[in-house]
């Protein structure tokens, strides 16, 4: 008499189903691991938006501002971008550094809110060294900035931007 598996089996064989046979345990577990094939690092540029006026680095408070954007941006090689909310645009939209200069250590572009060339320029925002330091100190290959006034620089090199050819 046949045992239960090897009817089945039979069974199995007459409606057009075979069992693959000899086939090692490993052969047949090899078909069922998974392969993990490691690919290129993938990171995106981070787009910071600047939503407070001040000149801190308070972690915590909701705030972006304009220092803890660079900051962040200084965290690693990928070019980052930085842009200003509308919320801080009024009838002084002046962001007073009180804290010394901003470096600029990594590939950063900054985008301010005002439109135009030469004289006919309009700048919304306007970022002030307070008659007390430069305003940028940038040591990166990468620099852009555009739309932004920048005022009141003090420094022996540079009263607004000081760069280092790298």
Same mark, same amino acid.
């Given at each position: ?5 090897? +009817? ?41 938006? /600047?939503?407070? *006026? +001040? ?25 980052? &971008? &930085?842009?200003?909310?509308?919320? &801080? ?20 572009? &900054? ?21 007390? *330091? ?8 990468? %620099? ?11 420094? %022996? ?6 760069? /280092?050819?790298?």
């Amino acid at each position: 008499m046949r045992s239960q598996s090897s +009817l089945w089996n039979a069974f199995l064989a007459k409606l057009g189903f075979s069992r693959k046979k000899n086939q090692s345990r490993a052969m047949r577990s090899a078909y069922r691991r998974l392969c993990f094939e490691q690919c290129e690092d993938r990171r995106m540029l981070a787009v910071l938006t /600047v939503n407070s *006026s +001040l000149d801190n680095t308070i972690g915590g408070d909701g705030l972006l501002t304009l220092r803890e954007a660079v900051d962040a941006a200084n965290q690693d090689a990928i070019p980052d &971008i &930085i842009n200003f909310d509308a919320s &801080i645009l009024g009838d002084t939209s002046t962001i007073t550094l009180t804290n010394g200069q901003l470096e600029i250590t990594e590939g950063l572009t &900054i985008i301010g809110p005002g439109k135009g060339l030469g004289d006919t320029a309009v700048f919304d925002l306007t970022i002030s060294g307070n008659n007390s *330091s430069r305003i940028f100190d940038v040591d990166s290959t990468s %620099f852009e900035m555009s739309g932004l006034k920048l005022t009141d620089g003090e420094e %022996f090199q540079g009263g607004a931007i000081y760069m /280092v050819a790298a």
